[in-house]
Nanobody, 115 residues
């Protein structure tokens, strides 16, 4: 089992930056593909960025060129660097880990982009 804890959310002005971190514990982090999702009230959770064990990445079209996902297997952590933030990026951001039939979610961290 994997326990995921997100951090780094907060309030930022449009055009600003935040870096989210997701610390994993309880299992071998390096075997999991990792992702960041986000959700706003009344909407489905959507994939923001994904990174495989081989460090291949993919991004939602809405964040390409602004967000970067990375992982540090030595620190059991996955990051999401978010630049040039927009009000529409406001959401609760969730970390996700998956390996075969197993998948796990963090508790989420709020990101609010507002002036």
């Amino acid at each position: 089992q994997v326990h995921l804890v997100e951090s780094g959310g907060g309030l930022v002005q449009p055009g600003g930056s935040l870096r989210l971190a997701c610390a994993a514990s309880g299992s071998i982090f390096s075997i999991y593909d990792m992702g960041w999702y986000r959700q706003t009230p009344g909407k489905q959770r959507e994939l923001v960025a994904h990174i495989t064990t081989g460090r291949s990445t993919n991004y939602a079209d809405s964040v390409k060129g602004r967000f970067t996902i990375s992982r540090d297997n030595a620190e059991n952590t996955v990051y999401l660097q978010m630049n040039n933030l927009k009000p529409e990026d406001t959401a609760v951001y969730y970390c996700h880990a998956d390996w075969g039939p197993y998948d796990y979610w963090g508790q989420g961290t709020q990101v609010t982009v507002s002036s």
